[in-house]
């Protein structure tokens, strides 16, 4: 079956610095990643849609200056948590699809806890 | 946009019993309504889904059922064991986004006491 796989799978940092998040699909190429965040005991938040070679589109009310995303490759995308602050402490995960198979659902990395300090 | 709203927020059953969980969404348009099971800590795993064309779908001790009309669906689990015990999630994947975004329900917690 499709993988993802994200890294690191957790993260302590310091406010004010940066954080950057690796999201490779293994056995596929992805064109479009999806990269999502939640708060403890609360659901997953679309933050924004990854497309390969062009710019991301984010969802309303995520800051892009803020959350830089790069897709770089068919298999990779990143995601920098810029000056980080206390507030975007949270579990990051990245998901895509393996369009070889119609509508097929989400795989999700294993996330990323960001504990900023 | 697609907005999906599941309750209850909490279910606690007794190893053994069913447990079921539900869901709504407001975009008619919308095709595929996937459900996942999270451990603490860990990814979501898909455990099963229905599409539109479809209104009901089983895997062993788990079934899903989708009413188009009301724009509701629901997940069915049956013979309960305490490794059941997760978050659920239940999502819908808007056709107006080309079915590419996939929008999450608030989560169930569901507790399988032994």
């Known amino acids: 079956g499709a993988v993802v796989s994200q890294h690191p799978s957790w993260v302590i940092c310091k406010s004010g610095t940066s954080v950057k998040i690796e999201c490779r699909s293994l056995?596929?190429?992805?064109?479009?990643m999806f990269w999502y965040r939640q708060f403890p005991k609360q659901s997953l938040m679309l933050m924004a849609t990854s497309n390969e070679g062009s710019k991301a589109t984010y969802e309303q009310g995520v800051e892009k200056d803020k959350f830089l995303i790069n897709h770089a490759s068919l298999t990779l995308s990143t995601l920098t948590v810029t000056s980080a602050h206390p507030e975007d402490s949270s579990f990051y995960i990245c998901s895509a699809r393996d369009l070889r198979t119609e509508n097929s659902p989400l795989h999700f990395g294993n996330g990323t806890r960001l504990t900023v300090t | 946009g697609e907005n999906v709203e599941q309750h209850p927020s909490t279910l606690s059953v007794q190893e053994g019993d069913s447990a079921v969980i539900k869901c709504t969404y407001s975009?008619?348009?919308?095709?595929?309504f996937p459900w996942y099971k999270q451990e603490l800590g860990k990814r979501p795993q898909l455990i099963i889904d229905i599409r539109s064309n479809v209104g009901e779908k089983k895997d062993q001790r788990i079934a899903v059922t989708l009413n188009k009309t009301a724009k509701h669906f629901s997940l069915h689990i049956t013979e309960t064991q305490p490794e059941d015990s997760a978050v659920y999630f239940c999502?819908?994947?808007?056709?107006?986004?080309?079915?590419?975004?996939?929008?999450f329900g608030a989560g169930t917690r569901l507790f399988v006491k032994a």
């Open positions: 056995d596929f190429q992805a064109t479009t």
């Open positions: 975009d008619s348009a919308s095709n595929y």
């Open positions: 999502a819908a994947s808007p056709v107006s986004t080309g079915g590419f975004k996939t929008i």
